[in-house]
């Protein structure tokens, strides 16, 4: 089945680092990859929507400025948290449609911490 | 988007069905209903979905009325590895995003 991967899988760094999460898809091209991201004991939040060859979709209230997403190919889009901070510290997930009429498939997640 | 509502916990125990019910008013037209399923430091994995009436697949089965205004996920004999979150969205499936409610924490108990 369709397989969605996501790297690393976490990641311990200081503050003021920026980190880059890769999400591919492994066994498909994926024109549409969307970000999320996950508080403990909460629900995904939609961080934004990538699309292949143009500019990232963000939600209201998500800095683009701070979370910076490249979908530069069919099959990899990654996002950067630039000049990271503690409360930056987050479970990030990515996922991908493999063509339309079909759901969308999640990678395993980044977990993502800022000392 | 289809704004869903779904209770916030359930427990059971092994063996038995468990059916969580998700109340979707203002779904679309073109609209449908997908469940997932995430464990703990995991992404959420897709169980199935559905447009209307009835589908079942090898895990789970999917119950819709006719007016589409609620769905129910059906588990047939639970085991302990199905303790998990449970979320119920609906979108067109045409790239569209997906907003997540906040799901249904579901605790299996021996």
């Known amino acids: 089945g369709a397989v969605v991967s996501q790297h690393p899988s976490w990641v311990i760094c200081k503050s003021g680092t920026s980190v880059k999460i890769e999400c591919r898809s492994l066994?498909?091209?994926?024109?549409?990859m969307f970000w999320y991201r996950q508080f403990p004991k909460q629900s995904l939040m939609l961080m934004a929507t990538?699309?292949?060859?143009?500019?990232?979709?963000?939600e209201q209230g998500v800095e683009k400025d701070k979370f910076l997403i490249n979908h530069a190919s069919l099959t990899l889009s990654t996002l950067t948290v630039t000049s990271a901070h503690p409360e930056d510290s987050s479970f990030y997930i990515c996922?991908?449609?493999?063509?339309?009429?079909?759901?969308?498939?999640f990678g395993d997640g980044t977990r993502l911490s800022i000392l | 988007l289809a704004k869903t509502t779904q209770p916030i916990s359930m427990d059971s125990y092994e063996g038995q069905e468990v059916n969580i019910t998700c109340s979707h008013n203002n779904i679309a037209t073109n609209d449908y209903i997908t469940w997932y399923q995430q464990f703990p430091s995991q992404g959420p994995r897709f169980i199935i979905q559905?447009?209307?009436t009835k589908v079942t697949n090898e895990v789970a089965s999917l119950f819709i009325p006719a007016d589409r205004k609620s769905s129910t996920l059906s588990l047939p004999r639970v085991s302990l590895s199905d303790t998990a979150v449970y979320y119920c969205l609906v979108g067109d499936n045409q790239g569209g995003k997906l907003i997540f409610g906040q799901g249904t924490e579901l605790s299996v108990k021996p």
């Open positions: 990538s699309n292949e060859g143009s500019k990232a979709t963000y």
């Open positions: 996922s991908a449609m493999f063509s339309l009429n079909q759901p969308q498939h």
């Open positions: 066994d498909f091209q994926a024109t549409t």
């Open positions: 559905g447009y209307k």
